[in-house]
């Protein structure tokens, strides 16, 4: 009879320490807040307010002597000081410095229980009171205010752009950083003064060629600008671009196969910015690398109310580009290849609806 006995009081240890090691692995509750970056000292953690009732308090300081208080443990905790609100019986955190979202955006941290003042001697012994538990676990997020404005990394640019680049090429892009968040962060790009050749694409901040710049000789200049999304929202300094039209020698007759002497090479003359306005042929040079659906270059304006374009020579189905009917638009409708076909004549007949007609030739 002697040996249940004593199995049980063998076991009774080892079953006490296993209740105790269970009780002491319970998931302490979790709470979340946030607050804005720049906010003021003693500003108020929005969304956060613990319920006294759920620290068990009462249950870990057993004894009415000392009254329950309360630390912030973890890194970052001399940011905010803590305090009970007896009346609502919750615990609310306050800020004790400014905050800086780009500094830190979050911090996580731990709600100490002390039975007697934290920072306080204990009447028992000449000594601080100890953290008795941690009962809670506490995030505070640092919400974005817009503070930065958008900069560009790089400086002025300056270009060198032959006068017969396709137009919708992107020829440049500028790139700014904002070291805010979310919209604050979000940036769109816009050119100032507006000029009727190139166009700043708001999202990507590519710089489009919109309108031909055959002919000119007087460098563009213009100057780039991001702002961003927030409220208010900022606008960043500027970057000066300057284009320097440029015509590039082109032959007149190119042999297949052969390749023409710099020496010999000339450049035709280019008295105005419409093409159509000259009665002879008009060169133009296009790189080789040009993607399908790519505008060479346009053929208007001309002198008819309503004109009508039409590709005459060669016809539709050889040629390496197409004209629009519509808008005198010269497209490449094929891959370009320059060993195989170094020179490509088009012939246009330009029409009004009252019957009279104009023909252009052109040499791509």
């Not at 007087?218 to 991001?226: N, Q, S």
């Not at 032959?251 to 306005?277: C, I």
């Not at 060993?339 to 040499?363: A, F, M, N, Y």
Request: some cysteine.
């Amino acid at each position: 009879m002697r040996y249940p006995v004593m199995i049980w009081v063998a076991f009774l240890p080892f079953l006490v320490s296993c209740a105790h090691g269970n009780g002491t692995a319970e998931q302490v509750p979790f709470f979340h807040g946030h607050v804005f970056e720049n906010s003021s000292p003693g500003s108020r953690v929005n969304g956060l307010s613990v319920p006294l009732k759920r620290l068990n308090s009462q249950r870990l300081c057993r004894t009415e002597e000392f009254a329950a208080h309360f630390k912030l443990l973890g890194d970052g905790s001399d940011n905010f000081r803590v305090f009970a609100h007896h009346k609502r019986g919750h615990v609310l955190l306050k800020t004790s410095g400014v905050l800086d979202r780009e500094e830190r955006a979050e911090y996580v941290l731990s709600l100490g229980l002390c039975c007697g003042e934290c920072a306080g001697l204990s009447r028992e012994v000449d000594e601080e009171s100890p953290v008795v538990a941690e009962v809670a676990s506490i995030k505070v997020d640092v919400l974005d205010t817009n503070d930065h404005q958008p900069t560009f990394p790089g400086a002025d640019v300056k270009l060198s752009l032959d006068d017969a680049t396709a137009l919708r090429t992107a020829i440049y892009s500028v790139t700014a950083r904002d070291d805010d968040s979310g919209k604050n962060a979000e940036l769109i790009y816009f050119a100032l003064p507006k000029n009727g050749s190139f166009y700043a694409v708001p999202k990507t901040g590519d710089i489009l060629l919109v309108d031909s710049i055959l002919g000119l000789v007087e460098p563009i200049k213009f100057k780039v600008f991001a702002q961003d999304r927030g409220w208010p929202p900022r606008t960043s300094q500027s970057v000066a671009v300057e284009i320097n039209p440029r015509q590039w020698p082109v032959a007149p007759n190119p042999q297949p196969g052969k390749r023409t002497p710099q020496s010999q090479m000339k450049v035709p003359a280019r008295r105005s910015r419409s093409v159509l306005e000259s009665d002879s042929p008009v060169f133009i040079n296009v790189s080789e690398d040009a993607g399908i659906g790519s505008v060479v270059m346009n053929l208007g304006p001309v002198r008819f109310q309503s004109p009508s374009f039409e590709l005459v020579e060669p016809d539709v189905e050889s040629s390496p580009v197409s004209v629009s009917r519509d808008s005198g638009d010269i497209v490449i409708s094929r891959r370009l290849d320059r060993e195989t076909e170094p020179l490509v004549e088009i012939t246009v007949k330009v029409q009004d609806k009252r019957g009279e007609r104009k023909t252009e030739h052109t040499c791509v």
